[in-house]
C-alpha cells in the first residue's frame, strides 16, 4: 500500500515556474514506477511525465518536453515535477501516482497502469 500526496500547486502567470511535489508513505518508492498525470475541466486525464524511480530513466509527453522536469529524492521517498516556462494551456489538476506492475515494457503514459494516486494539486496558468 501506497498512499501519496501532493503539494506545490497554485497559481502562476505565463512563464513563470512552479515546483510540485509527491510525499510517499507506507511504502518507498524503491521497484517503483512514479508519474504526473494532469486533468483539465472537460478533458480527459493525460499523460505528463514519468520516472522509473530505481534507475531515473524519465519519460515525457511532447507537449511538455523541454520544460518540465520529474526528478525523486530516495532519502525523503519524495517525487517531484518541475515546471518551467509555464503556458495557459498547462493550467489542470495534476496528480501523483505510483506503479507496482512495470515489466520490461512499460505503458508508463497509460493511467490504467497505475495502482496509486494522489489526491490532486491545482495548476492555474494566467496569460
Known amino acids: 500500500q501506497v498512499q501519496l500526496v501532493e503539494s506545490g500547486g497554485g497559481s502562476a502567470q505565463a512563464g513563470d515556474s512552479l515546483r510540485l511535489s509527491c510525499a510517499a508513505s507506507?511504502?518507498?518508492?524503491?521497484?517503483?514506477?512514479m508519474g504526473w498525470f494532469r486533468q483539465a475541466p472537460g478533458k480527459e486525464r493525460e499523460f505528463v511525465a514519468a520516472?522509473?524511480?530505481?534507475?531515473?530513466?524519465?519519460y515525457y509527453a511532447d507537449s511538455v518536453s523541454g520544460r518540465f522536469t520529474i526528478a525523486r529524492d530516495n532519502t525523503k521517498n519524495t517525487g517531484f515535477l518541475q515546471l518551467n516556462s509555464l503556458k495557459p494551456e498547462d493550467t489542470a489538476v495534476y496528480y501523483c501516482?505510483?506503479?507496482?506492475?512495470?515489466?520490461?515494457?512499460?505503458?508508463?503514459?497509460?493511467?490504467?497502469?497505475?495502482?496509486?494516486w494522489g489526491q490532486g494539486t491545482q495548476v492555474t496558468v494566467s496569460s
Open positions: 501516482t505510483a506503479d507496482n506492475g512495470m515489466g520490461r515494457v512499460w505503458y508508463y503514459s497509460r493511467s490504467e497502469q497505475y495502482n496509486y
Open positions: 507506507g511504502r518507498s518508492f524503491s521497484g517503483y514506477g
Open positions: 520516472i522509473r524511480w530505481s534507475s531515473g530513466a524519465t
